[in-house]
């Protein structure tokens, strides 16, 4: 849709969707399986349990996310102008995920392309979904985080598999003239440098799938947990704390941080930082571990689902993840 007048307008969110597939794994799960227990697990991460999804890939997680929105909001499959999908787990390289999508819900006037931000790609990708909204080219945009982490989760390897679950989550962005709601600003950074801390290391174009490739177990996540630990908190607390000075907010405008869910030491000491108390954190990570892209929109869909959102409410969404990538994002909520 190409509108040739351009209002200055913000993008907001409408609507909201998740879906969580309905297979549990529990930390006794873990201690079966690896040298691990549920003691562990829960004090270093705060992960009591995670999903996982048995059949299909990453756009089953995005689809039933999508259709929950859908149902949610009334939204019509025809009215999508766009579709964004953050995720590291596609279904395949090509077609994109948000493909897959577009077909599965019949969303026939939308385009749409998949984005890789790893646990930062939700706030990227809304980002991303902003900007097309105020470019007043587009009405509708539909970003999922979507991840189906246990695709790419070693079983055998205790130092992550513990840490991942699979789930997806969607907000439909669209424009308001009311500049007072909706996405203010957002500070999102690239750190290549640390491209070694957090990767799966073969099938892309550097290293193709090969016989050697799977006898060495290159297909699965590595992390170095301590490293990215220490960045981790750094760089999420760095970007929330800038983010809150540069829109001249005290701890006490914050309505709720909505942190990327990878590990409970961390989102305190971003907190921390912050100057912000618990009862301000939106915290599900006990029940769905790391699900990478689909973390905070799931956070949102929980608080506003349990009537702990109101319009108005200042909301700093944070993250970081494999890359680097972090960054915040800073909104007010807009749904009744
Ligand atoms: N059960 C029991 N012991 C374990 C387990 C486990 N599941 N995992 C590791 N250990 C052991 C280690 O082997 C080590 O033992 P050792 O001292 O004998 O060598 C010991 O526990 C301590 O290991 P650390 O790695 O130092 O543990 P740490 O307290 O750092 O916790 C964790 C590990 C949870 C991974 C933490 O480092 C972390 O959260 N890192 C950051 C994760 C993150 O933010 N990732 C970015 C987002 S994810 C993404 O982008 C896809």
Redesign the pocket.
């Known amino acids: 849709m190409n509108t040739r007048e351009r209002k200055v307008v913000n993008a907001q969110i409408t609507a909201i969707g998740k879906y969580l597939p309905e297979k549990v794994l529990d930390n006794k799960y873990f201690e079966q399986i690896v040298?691990?227990?549920d003691e562990?697990?829960r004090t270093?991460?705060g992960i009591v349990e995670r999903r996982k999804l048995e059949e299909g890939g990453t756009s089953v997680l995005a689809t039933r996310a999508l259709e929950n929105l859908m149902e949610n909001s009334g939204l019509k499959p025809e009215e999508i102008d766009v579709i964004i999908v953050a995720t590291v787990t596609p279904d395949m390289f090509f077609p994109a995920t948000s493909c897959l999508v577009q077909d599965n819900v019949g969303a026939k006037n939308a385009w749409g392309f998949d984005l890789s931000g790893?646990?930062s790609g939700f706030l990227f990708a809304l980002k991303a979904g902003a900007s097309l909204i105020q470019s007043g080219d587009y009405k509708k945009v539909v970003v999922i985080g979507a991840d189906k982490m246990s695709s790419i989760v070693d079983y055998t390897d205790?130092?992550t598999c513990?840490?991942f679950g699979d789930a997806g989550a969607a907000v439909l962005l669209e424009p308001t003239e009311d500049l007072d709601y909706g996405i203010q600003d957002a500070i999102l950074h690239c750190d290549g440098s640390g491209r070694d801390a957090?990767y799966m290391a073969a099938g892309g174009s550097a290293m193709p799938a090969s016989h050697e490739t799977v006898d060495k177990r290159l297909h699965y996540i590595y992390?170095d947990?301590?490293r990215?630990?220490k960045v981790?908190v750094k760089g999420m607390a760095d970007v929330s704390v800038e983010i809150m000075k540069r829109n001249n907010l005290t701890a006490e405008d914050v309505a709720y941080l909505v942190p990327h869910q990878?590990?409970l030491r961390?989102i305190s000491a971003t907190a921390n930082r912050m100057g912000i108390s618990e009862d301000q954190v939106v915290i599900n990570i006990d029940k769905y571990g790391?699900t990478?892209a689909a973390t905070i929109p799931l956070g949102l869909a929980d608080y506003y689902e349990a009537g702990k959102l109101k319009k108005g409410d200042k909301l700093i969404l944070s993250a970081?993840?494999?890359g680097y990538t972090f960054g915040s994002v800073y909104l007010v909520w807009s749904m009744d």
């Open positions: 040298d691990t227990s562990w697990i270093r991460t790893a646990c205790r130092t513990v840490l957090l992390q947990g301590q990215v630990f981790a990878a590990n961390i790391n990478t970081f993840g494999a």
